[in-house]
């Protein structure tokens, strides 16, 4: 089912509510544009828990909903620009625009949504990530985000600089460019190369930082 209907079936007076809940939750999984789980807290923050009530049900899909409008309409802009280019011949896009069919962002407030991503990340998947020994780059990445985490990022000129470095370093480690060859190791980067997105657009408030 489309985000569409469940946004429907979660209007439905006549469906139970737990189902409407669910319903929902099944929209995050069609737009979660900071991965599930720190989408649905994200939300929750903004509007309170998904289940306390109708009234709060309803203003999370409405969240939910306003978001995604903003993202449809950047990618219809984008498709009607890039229909224009290749018309008089500019066919190939810079290494600098952001490709904005990737669902990588809070689209309403992209500095809001990565800010918290960024705070969800630290308190609640960093716990895993710091076991990861022999890593050198976890580190890194935590003190990145703990900089951000309590204001040092707004004092250092270079910080955007730092997590690009970082994210070179990620990059260029081919070590871990294989999923069969490191599972464990290959995930890891994945959600690294993710909060350093987040980090990223947290800073500048529209960066994209890998494509």
Sequence with gaps: MSFSCHAKRAR??????????SSV???VE???PLGFHATLAFVASQVGPLRRDEATMLASLELLER?????RREKEEFAALRKAEKAVGR???GSAVRNVYRCDRWHAD???GAAFAVGYWRRVRRPALMGAEGDPVVPDVDALVDAYCFGAASRDPAFATRITAVLGRIDGDRSFASWDADRVGFSRRGQLMEVLHHLTVAVAGAEQVYR
């Design 12 to 21: 439905d007076p006549e469906v139970p509510f737990a189902w409407r809940v």
């Design 25 to 27: 939750r099944s929209c």
């Design 30 to 32: 069609r737009y979660g």
């Design 67 to 71: 978001s995604r409008q903003v993202w």
């Design 91 to 93: 066919r190939t896009l």
């Design 110 to 112: 992209p500095q809001a």
